[in-house]
C-alpha cells in the first residue's frame, strides 16, 4: 500500500457491518476477558478517585457495562452506530436499562456532550483509537477528550503493541484482550501507516479492519502535545515490562 492514499477515518464505519458487530462479544469472550483484567481498570479509576466515566469506544458494551456493574456512573459512546445499538441490547440484558449510549465521532465530542469538564475520566479502550489515520484528527480528538475532563481527570488509552508488530511482526499469546476460541487474527497486509487485520471465524466467516499503527512513543507524545502530563504506560496491564514483549500497550495520562 505505500504511496497509495491513506485510508479514511471514516473507514471503520463500513467495516463493522452488522454481520460483524453481531459476532464481536464471540471475538472478546466477556468472561475471558473479565478474568484477564483482573480489576485493572477498575484499580487505575478508583485510584483517580474517578467515579463519573466517559467510554467513547464502547463498543458492544464491555467495559461500559462492566464498570458500572462495578458501582461506576458510566457512560457509553462509539462512532458507529450498529456497536451503540448491540451495546444497548447487552445492558438491557444486564438490568441497566438506564445507561445513557451516544453516537458520538472522536474528534466531535463536544457536540453530543455539551458544557465542558465534566468526567474524572474517559476510556478509549479496544484499539480504537487507531482508527483515525489523520493526525489532526488524532490531535483534535484527544483535545475535545481533555476539554471534557474534570481538572486532575485522567484518560486511558490502549492500542496493540504496534512497535512489535512493524519491528518485529505480528504474533499474538492470545491472553489478554481477544480471547473468543472460535476466532483468529492475523494481518492481511502490514506496512509503515496502514495494517490490516483479517480475523476469522471457525464457520469459515471473515471479517476485516483497516488501523493505523500507532507507535508507544508517537501516543504519548500527543497526550502529552494534547495538555495531559504525568503519562505512564502499561504492558499487558504490568507497569513494568519488556518494550516489545506485550501485546497491547495502556497509556494513562492526567489533565493538569
Not at 483482573?38 to 464491555?62: M, P, Q, W
Not at 481538572?151 to 492470545?174: E, T, W
Not at 481477544?178 to 501507516?193: F, I
Given at each position: 500500500?505505500?504511496?497509495?492514499p491513506?485510508?479514511?477515518?471514516?473507514?471503520?464505519?463500513?467495516?463493522y457491518?452488522?454481520?460483524?458487530?453481531?459476532?464481536?462479544?464471540e471475538?472478546i469472550?466477556?468472561?475471558?476477558?473479565?478474568?484477564?483484567?483482573?480489576?485493572?481498570?477498575?484499580?487505575?479509576?478508583?485510584?483517580?478517585g474517578?467515579?463519573?466515566?466517559?467510554?467513547?469506544?464502547?463498543?458492544?458494551?464491555y467495559?461500559?457495562i462492566?464498570?458500572?456493574?462495578?458501582?461506576?456512573?458510566v457512560?457509553?459512546?462509539?462512532?458507529?452506530?450498529?456497536?451503540?445499538?448491540q451495546a444497548?441490547e447487552n445492558a438491557k440484558?444486564?438490568g441497566?436499562?438506564k445507561?445513557?449510549?451516544?453516537?458520538a465521532e472522536?474528534a466531535?465530542?463536544?457536540?453530543?456532550?455539551?458544557g465542558?469538564?465534566?468526567?474524572?475520566?474517559i476510556?478509549c479502550?479496544?484499539n480504537?483509537?487507531t482508527?483515525?489515520f489523520?493526525?489532526?484528527?488524532r490531535n483534535?480528538?484527544?483535545l475535545?477528550?481533555?476539554?471534557?475532563l474534570?481538572?486532575?481527570?485522567?484518560?486511558?488509552v490502549?492500542?496493540?503493541?504496534?512497535?512489535a508488530?512493524?519491528?518485529?511482526?505480528f504474533s499474538?499469546?492470545?491472553e489478554?484482550?481477544y480471547?473468543g476460541?472460535?476466532?483468529g487474527?492475523?494481518?492481511?497486509?502490514?506496512?509503515?501507516?496502514?495494517?490490516?487485520l483479517?480475523y476469522?471465524?471457525?464457520?469459515?466467516?471473515?471479517?476485516?479492519l483497516?488501523?493505523f499503527?500507532?507507535?508507544?512513543?508517537h501516543?504519548?507524545n500527543?497526550?502529552?502535545?494534547?495538555?495531559?502530563?504525568?503519562?505512564v504506560?502499561?504492558g499487558?496491564f504490568?507497569?513494568?515490562?519488556?518494550?516489545?514483549?506485550?501485546?497491547?500497550?495502556?497509556?494513562?495520562a492526567k489533565?493538569?
Amino acid at each position: 500500500m505505500q504511496g497509495d492514499p491513506k485510508p479514511s477515518s471514516k473507514l471503520f464505519l463500513e467495516q463493522y457491518t452488522p454481520a460483524f458487530v453481531g459476532r464481536w462479544d464471540e471475538l472478546i469472550d466477556w468472561e475471558g476477558r473479565r478474568k484477564s483484567e483482573n480489576g485493572f481498570f477498575e484499580r487505575i479509576l478508583s485510584d483517580a478517585g474517578a467515579h463519573k466515566v466517559l467510554d467513547i469506544a464502547c463498543g458492544t458494551g464491555y467495559h461500559t457495562i462492566s464498570l458500572s456493574l462495578n458501582g461506576f456512573d458510566v457512560t457509553g459512546a462509539d462512532g458507529s452506530a450498529s456497536m451503540v445499538a448491540q451495546a444497548r441490547e447487552n445492558a438491557k440484558r444486564q438490568g441497566l436499562e438506564k445507561i445513557r449510549f451516544e453516537v458520538a465521532e472522536w474528534a466531535n465530542l463536544i457536540e453530543p456532550f455539551p458544557g465542558g469538564a465534566q468526567f474524572d475520566a474517559i476510556i478509549c479502550l479496544g484499539n480504537a483509537f487507531t482508527h483515525l489515520f489523520e493526525e489532526d484528527e488524532r490531535n483534535r480528538s484527544l483535545l475535545e477528550v481533555r476539554k471534557l475532563l474534570k481538572p486532575g481527570g485522567i484518560a486511558i488509552v490502549d492500542q496493540r503493541n504496534y512497535d512489535a508488530v512493524l519491528d518485529k511482526g505480528f504474533s499474538s499469546k492470545h491472553e489478554h484482550y481477544y480471547l473468543g476460541d472460535s476466532v483468529g487474527v492475523r494481518p492481511a497486509s502490514v506496512e509503515q501507516d496502514v495494517i490490516e487485520l483479517e480475523y476469522h471465524y471457525s464457520d469459515g466467516e471473515t471479517h476485516s479492519l483497516t488501523l493505523f499503527p500507532l507507535r508507544q512513543e508517537h501516543l504519548t507524545n500527543l497526550l502529552k502535545h494534547a495538555g495531559f502530563e504525568s503519562v505512564v504506560r502499561f504492558g499487558d496491564f504490568e507497569k513494568d515490562y519488556d518494550f516489545y514483549e506485550p501485546d497491547f500497550i495502556v497509556q494513562v495520562a492526567k489533565k493538569a
